[in-house]
Structure formats: C-alpha cells, structure tokens
C-alpha cells in the first residue's frame, strides 16, 4: 500500500491506496472516484470489463465518505492535481457511509460547528490544518536553531498569569487551582536554569468574548530569553514571524492556493517591521477616526483599522502601565508606561505576540503584587528568582490560532484550531 503523496514515484507500475471516496460519478461501464488518503488525492478509474463482477458492484454502491481500496496501474494525467491517475484492476469497499451530512451547498456556520468531527475532512479544512502543523513545525526549527530549549510549563496552577477576571476555576482537592492563562511564569523560572527556553501547549482564558479573535482554549507559543531588553525580545519575534512564513510558503504552496491565500503579501514579509509607540500609535488612531483615549488599551476596532494601514506586522511597544500585566517592567524614562510590546498582524488581523521585559528587582515586584491584589504567597517561588542572580530577562506569548488565521488569510480564529472552544460551544 502507497500513500497517494508518493504515486510520481510509482509511474506506469502497479500500487495499491486506501483512502475516502469524496466524488464519484459513474457512467454505464465506466465509475470515477475521487480518492483522498489524507496526503493527497486521485481519481481512480474503474472500467467494468478490467474488475470482477463483485468490485463492479462495489463501485455502484459507493457512497460520498465510503472508505475504500483501490488496486490499479499508476498514469500520467496532466489534467488533474496530482498529475496521475489510478487505472483500476481490483476496487472494495471498506465501509459503505451513510448519507453525508455535509454536501456541496451552503451551509451555516452552525451547522458547520455541530459537524466539525466531519467538517475537518473538508479541502479547506484540511489545509489550514496542515498549514497550522507546518506554522508549528517551523517555530520548533527556529527556536531549535536559536539555541533555545523546550520547558514544559505546567496547566494546573495556584496562581494567575493575566489577571483574575479570565481564569477558569476547578477544584484541586482541598485547594483552589486554575488552568493555565499562559505558561510564562513558570517559563522564566525554566530561564534562570536555560538561558532561552520556550513552551507551546494549550492554554485557557474565560473569556467573555464573542469576537472573530478569541478563544477559550487556545494554543501559545511562550518565549523567556535571558540577557535580553524589550527591544531584544522584539527582534526575536520578527526574526521568528519571518522565519515562519518564508517556510510556509516554501513548504505549504497547494494549501495557500486551496485557501485562495493572497500570497504576494505574506512574500513582502522581509522588510522591518515598523514600531511604533503607544502614544504614536493613539495619534495615528484618532486620525484615522478612533475616539481611543490617551492611556487606553487599544480595543479590536483599533487594532483592525490600525493595521488595514500596514502591510507587515507593526509593534506598538510601551503601553501604559494601568492596561498592561503586573509582571512587566517600567520604562525608567517614564515609569508609567510598561516595557512592552504587543505584535499586530496587517490587514487588520491585529495582535499575534504580547510580550514584555520582566521586572527584575525583587521589592518592586513584590510591590506591583501587591498593587494588583495577588497573593505574594502564592507567587513566593516567583518572587525567589529575583533573589538568587536576577538578571534582565525577556520573552514573549504568541496566540497560534491568531498566527494560522492571518497566515490562512481567514476570517475567523475557530477554523484555525481542531476542536474550537467558544463561549456558546464545547460540542463535539
Ligand atoms: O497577550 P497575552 O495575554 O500575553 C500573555 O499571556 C503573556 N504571559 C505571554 C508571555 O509574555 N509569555 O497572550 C499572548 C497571545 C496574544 O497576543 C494572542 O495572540 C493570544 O495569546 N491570545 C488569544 N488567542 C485566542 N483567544 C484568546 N482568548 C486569546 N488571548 C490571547
Ligand atoms: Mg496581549
């Protein structure tokens, strides 16, 4: 058995595929059958006279999803995908599907939703997942080559990463504990004994948003680099968007054509990306018609017309303290603004990277704690790694559906992610 991935290796010799029949149509003595195996797709041609009575029944009876096995010569054909086509010699059925629920027509986001166990066999969906693995992929390769090593944060936590008001509860035996929000505290603790270490694992925020951005299980990629300042860390986050969407376009061409993916922009990706202050990008924001206060956070509106002007990502460093999370450290220039950035995507994708310096003296962090009515009991082990050799440390979160959405060109993060989790949805 071959994969269909592999059929050019296998030119005028005789193989046999398994896989799902997607389309089938069938002509007196002749049935074709769009084959898909999960690495790519074929048309098998079956031709009454080559098979057995028993496999010409087979094909009558083969339904939309019908998994399936086919024998058969490879061919050259230039007309189709893959470039061949199977002519076959013996065809089974495995198992004969029931009426497909998804068809050809429209169908509505719901729907959609409900059937996502399904949906994911879909071309598209397929090839955003594919797309989302190879974003994955490249993000290991370049953090293998930067010297950087994987840590694993734990999900189960006592304490809060950003904020209070998104955590998810559950009850720890005779203790309180939540699911992560980001594994970045714990990341750090992992820097003081790597130097560069980075986790990527499923994080969750109950979030009471029902926007095109969120999700309450989603995927981070979190980054600590030890010896570096918030302008280090910004380098690092455009060396590494660069990095990845030069291997998505080597690598993923058919699924950004699946997707109808305007790839002349994500190839314009070499240039700097422009940064820009809060206080810049607040001006720009009121020409262009927001009504965003001086120290306000920008909300996705801003974000989105913010970013319809640009055509890389931007950074908006220095936020103001007030909007920003307790762990960051002050501009000395100007202790009310956070050494921060946030990374937007163009086209009005809007923020893909949170990321910040850390606060590296012991009372002050201490203080913001306290400020931020957080239990210093529960972040002693935090508090500790500024007593043994603290140093200047940066890192940085990145939202991978947020990143696969821009790069898929989509309009919506819950196609991004197999199994989306949203406020009105943890069906299937
Ligand atoms: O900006 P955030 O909240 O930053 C942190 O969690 C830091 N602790 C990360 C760090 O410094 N290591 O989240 C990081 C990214 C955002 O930029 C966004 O891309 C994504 O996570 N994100 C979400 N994605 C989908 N649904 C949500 N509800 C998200 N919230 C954040
Ligand atoms: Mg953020």
């Known amino acids: 058995m071959i994969h269909i991935s592999e ?19 069938s002509s007196g003595k002749l049935g074709f059958i769009q084959l898909r195996d999960g690495s790519g797709v074929i048309q098998a041609v079956v031709s009454k006279a080559d098979v057995t009575e028993s496999a010409w029944e087979a094909v009558q009876e083969i339904t939309i999803e019908s998994s399936v096995k086919v024998k058969g010569l490879v061919k050259k054909d ?53 797309i989302r693995w190879g974003i994955t992929k490249a993000i290991y390769d370049f953090l293998e080559q930067d010297g950087c090593v994987k840590f694993d944060s734990p999900i189960l ?21 939540y699911l992560s929000q980001s594994g970045q505290l714990y990341l750090e603790a992992g820097a003081y004994s790597m130097g560069r270490v980075f986790d ?20 981070m990629l979190d980054v600590e680099l030890a010896f570096v300042n918030w302008e280090g860390n910004m380098d690092h986050q455009e060396a590494l968007i660069k990095f990845v969407v030069q291997s998505i376009l080597e690598k993923y ?13 994500l190839e314009g990706m070499n240039k700097p990306f422009p940064r820009l202050t809060h206080a810049q990008a607040v001006a720009k924001l009121k020409e262009l018609g927001s009504d965003i206060g001086e120290r306000d956070d920008l909300g996705g509106d801003d974000e989105t017309i913010l970013t319809q002007q640009y055509d890389t990502p931007i950074f908006i460093e220095k936020y103001p303290s007030e909007v920003k999370a307790f762990y960051m450290k002050r501009d000395p220039e100007d202790e009310s603004l956070a050494l921060c950035s946030d990374m937007l995507a163009p086209e009005g ?11 590296d003296n012991h009372d002050t962090l201490l203080k913001r704690i306290n400020e931020h009515n ?6 002693q082990w935090y508090l500790d790694l500024r007593k043994y050799g603290a140093v200047e440390m940066s890192g940085y979160g990145l939202g991978l559906e947020r990143l696969v ?4 060109g989509l309009k919506h993060v819950r196609e991004t992610i197999p199994f989306p989790r949203m406020l009105n949805r943890l069906y299937p």
């Not at 936590?157 to 504990?177: K, M, Q, R, S, V």
């Not at 061409?253 to 002349?264: N, Q």
């Not at 957080?374 to 972040?379: A, G, M, R, Y």
Request: proline share 3%; aromatic share 12%.
């Open 157 to 177: 936590t006592p304490n809060a990463c950003e904020g209070t008001t998104t955590l998810f509860e559950i009850d720890y035996f005779d203790e309180t504990a």
């Open 405 to 408: 959405s821009w790069m898929c």
């Open 374 to 379: 957080l239990s210093p009991e529960t972040f």
């Open 200 to 219: 990527f694992g499923p994080v969750f925020r109950a979030e009471k948003s029902k926007t095109r951005r969120h999700l309450m299980e989603f995927w």
């Open 78 to 130: 230039d007309r189709s995908a893959s470039g061949f086509e199977l002519q076959a010699i013996d065809f089974s059925l495995l198992q004969k599907a029931e009426e497909y629920p998804i068809g050809k027509k429209e169908h509505g986001p719901d729907f959609l939703l409900n059937n996502r166990h399904l949906w994911l066999r879909s071309q598209r969906q397929r090839a955003i997942q594919r």
């Open 7 to 25: 059929i050019a290796q296998h030119d005028g010799k005789e193989v046999e595929i398994a896989g799902w029949a997607y389309n089938m149509r």
């Open 349 to 359: 994708y809007g923020e893909v990277i949170g990321g910040a310096q850390r606060e």
């Open 253 to 265: 061409s058919d699924e950004l054509k699946i997707l109808e993916r305007d790839t002349a922009l």
